[in-house]
């Protein structure tokens, strides 16, 4: 049966997850988005541990928020106030239509900028056009092994910095922050040294390729800024084969 333009836009795909009793509905335009919801639970079930620790009205970083899977389970489940931040265009426009389906527009914000360690205008080289795409890259077409990237296209975005955005009073001094940007994790610790030195930052969720030395020498800068880690939490999360083999979630406390 052939549609018309209006019976298209009336289909609005949705997919509903209950949790303790908190409901929350996604946007699900394709197969990925509703992939993304129905395996929550089983994609990282350490990052939900980690979102259950945190406090009603505590802050919340999200850098990489992809369509706003953490961002609306942290703001829902836990009523925190989240910075979520994407730079993909047509994420970025499932991030805030996840915001509005879930009525949670007064706790998260979200922003169309990529976290670096530099600000300006950058391009965003992607490797997969799907709504609810990853694996992209900022600045430098490189994938998460620092390999060079099989660019599909190059989105011009902006980047900044967490010190800047905190300095300038955009953002305050999270409490918990989640870094996923597929393999340039060290490039926004490195414009966030300053924030992270201020005692309200309580803890960071970071998905570390272990196999990259810039990414071992993040995790022990971490550790020297009085960030420790959870051995046997890292080897729950290791990837043990396939292509991310070696990359594994780390929660940092202190």
């Known amino acids: 049966m052939k549609l018309t333009l209006q ?11 209950e949790h303790d009793g908190a409901k929350m509905v996604f946007a699900t335009p394709s197969v990925l988005t509703h992939w993304r919801v129905e395996s929550i639970y089983e994609k990282e079930p350490w990052t939900l541990e980690w979102i259950a620790g945190f406090h009603p009205g505590e802050i919340f970083l999200d850098c990489g ?30 991030l805030n239509r996840n915001i509005l389906l ?20 950058s391009k965003l080289h992607m490797a997969d056009l799907r709504a609810g795409g990853s694996c992209h890259s900022l600045g430098e077409a490189l994938d998460f092994r620092h390999e060079p990237l ?26 918990h922050i989640k870094i996923d940007v ?11 040294l300053a924030t992270l030195s201020e005692k309200p930052v309580r803890s960071l969720l970071i998905e570390t ?45 202190r």
């Open 182 to 192: 597929d393999g340039f994790e060290p490039k926004v610790i490195a414009g966030a």
């Open 150 to 175: 099989n660019t599909e296209f190059s989105q011009g975005c902006i980047a900044d910095t967490l010190d800047a955005l905190v300095a300038k009073r955009y953002v305050p001094v999270p409490n």
């Open 209 to 253: 390729n272990q196999n990259l030395a810039d990414h071992r020498d993040m995790v022990k800068v971490l550790n020297d800024l009085g960030f420790k880690h959870d051995a046997k939490q890292v080897a729950r999360a290791e990837r043990k084969e396939g292509a991310f083999k070696g990359v594994a979630e780390y929660v940092f406390r």
């Open 7 to 17: 019976q298209y836009e009336a289909l609005n795909p949705r997919s509903e997850i």
């Open 102 to 121: 879930n009525e949670v527009g007064h706790l998260v914000d979200a922003y169309c900028v990529g976290l670096s360690d530099a600000a300006g205008l």
């Open 65 to 94: 928020a992809n369509v706003g899977m953490y961002t609306i389970w942290a703001a829902v489940t836990r009523r925190v106030r989240v910075y979520a931040f994407e730079p993909e265009s047509q994420n970025y426009a499932l």
